[in-house]
C-alpha cells in the first residue's frame, strides 16, 4: 500500500515519476483498512526537498499510510515556496487532540543555538510533551534528536571542534534491534552537524539505550521505551546531492567548510558523488513503520 499525499503536493509528481507508491485522498477513502496516521514535524529550510526525502521512504512499505505535515506556528518560514505551508501543513496545536501512530520530527539549522533561544522552542516542547501520551514511536533526526533528548532527559548538546560532514560507517551495538533487522554489521549514513549530544549522559540514563556508535561519529541511534522513542543523528534521509549542495551553499558565502568526507570519488568536488547508503536507508524506514505497525493498538485511543 502507498503513502497518502495530495496530488498538488510538489512531492506526487517527483515520486510518481520514481515508481514510489503514492495515493490520492479520494483513493483512500474506498480502501477498507486503517492507515497509519504519521505526522511529520518538518523543520529543515529545504521543506520541499525534505518532504521528497522523507516520503520517497515511507512510500517503500506494503502499510498504507496517512501523511500530516506539522509546522511551528510561532516561526516564520523563509524558504518554503509562497503559500506551500498554507496549503499543505497545519500548525501544531491543531493536532492536541489527535492520536497518531507515529511521529517524525526532522532536523533544523539552529543546532548552534541554545535550545530555549529557538523561536518556535515552547512550541516544539509541547509537541515532544504531547507526542509522551498520543503517539506510539517517535522518530527524532539530527537536531530534532538533540531536542528530544534534551526535552525528556536533560541531555546537553555539544559544539564539535569542526562540522561533522560526509559519509561515515557506523556499526551496531544491538545485533537483533528491531531497527537494524536486515542491516550488515557495518552500515554508512550521512553525517552533517555542529554540534553533538553528551555520550556520557546518554550512557548513564537508565531510560536511553545506544543502538549504535563509532569513536569518529559519537552516537548514532538511541532508543527509550522499549522502541517508541528514536533519536537517529545522522541523515539516512539525505538524497544523492544533499551533502553537495550543502558544501557548495556555504562555499558561496563564504563560510569554513570542509569538503564532505567519503563523499565525493577522490575528494574531487567536480565529481558525482557515489551513493551508498541507500538500501540501508529505505530498509531502516521500513523496518520502523514494520514496528509501529505491528505494536500500535487497532484503536489509537488505547494509547
Avoid at 216 to 222: I, N, P
Avoid at 242 to 247: A, G, K, P, W
Wanted: aromatic residues 10%; contains cysteine; glycine residues 4%.
Amino acid at each position: 500500500m502507498p503513502i497518502k499525499i495530495p496530488r498538488a503536493l510538489p512531492a506526487y509528481r517527483a515520486l510518481c515519476e520514481e515508481n514510489v507508491f503514492i495515493i490520492t485522498p479520494d483513493r483512500a477513502e474506498h480502501q477498507d483498512i486503517r492507515p497509519l496516521k504519521v505526522a511529520i514535524v518538518n523543520l529543515m529550510p529545504t521543506t520541499v526537498d525534505t518532504e521528497i526525502q522523507i516520503l520517497r521512504l515511507l512510500g517503500n512499505s506494503p502499510l498504507q499510510v496517512d501523511i500530516t505535515f506539522l509546522r511551528m506556528g510561532s516561526h516564520e518560514s523563509r524558504n518554503a515556496p509562497p503559500g506551500h505551508l498554507e496549503k499543505f501543513y497545519i500548525n501544531s496545536h491543531e493536532i492536541l487532540d489527535q492520536r497518531f501512530d507515529g511521529l517524525i520530527i526532522t532536523g533544523a539549522p539552529v543546532e548552534t543555538i541554545p535550545f530555549e533561544e529557538v523561536d518556535y522552542w515552547d512550541e516544539l516542547a509541547e509537541v515532544i510533551d504531547y507526542s509522551a501520551k498520543n503517539v506510539w514511536s517517535v522518530l527524532h533526526i539530527c537536531w530534532g534528536a538533540q531536542a528530544g533528548l534534551y526535552r525528556r532527559y536533560g541531555i546537553e548538546k555539544q559544539p564539535l571542534k569542526q562540522k561533522l560532514f560526509g559519509i561515515f560507517p557506523h556499526r551496531i551495538n544491538e545485533r537483533h534491534a528491531t531497527l537494524f533487522r536486515g542491516f550488515d554489521d557495518e552500515f554508512l549514513a550521512p553525517q552533517s552537524r555542529h554540534t553533538s549530544s553528551d555520550r556520557d549522559a546518554i550512557a548513564a540514563c537508565p531510560a536511553l539505550m545506544i543502538q549504535s556508535e563509532t569513536a569518529e561519529t559519537g552516537v548514532f541511534l538511541a532508543t527509550a521505551r522499549e522502541g517508541r522513542e528514536i533519536y537517529v543523528t545522522g541523515h539516512l534521509e539525505y538524497d544523492p546531492l544533499t551533502l553537495d549542495r550543502e558544501y557548495k551553499r556555504d562555499l558561496a558565502k563564504g563560510l569554513p567548510i570542509a569538503i564532505p568526507k567519503n563523499y565525493y570519488p577522490g575528494d574531487d568536488p567536480s565529481q558525482a558523488p557515489v551513493v551508498r547508503w541507500r538500501a540501508h536507508a529505505h530498509l531502516f524506514f521500513s523496518n520502523w513503520l514494520n514496528y509501529v505497525y505491528q505494536e500500535t493498538p487497532f484503536n489509537l485511543e488505547d494509547l
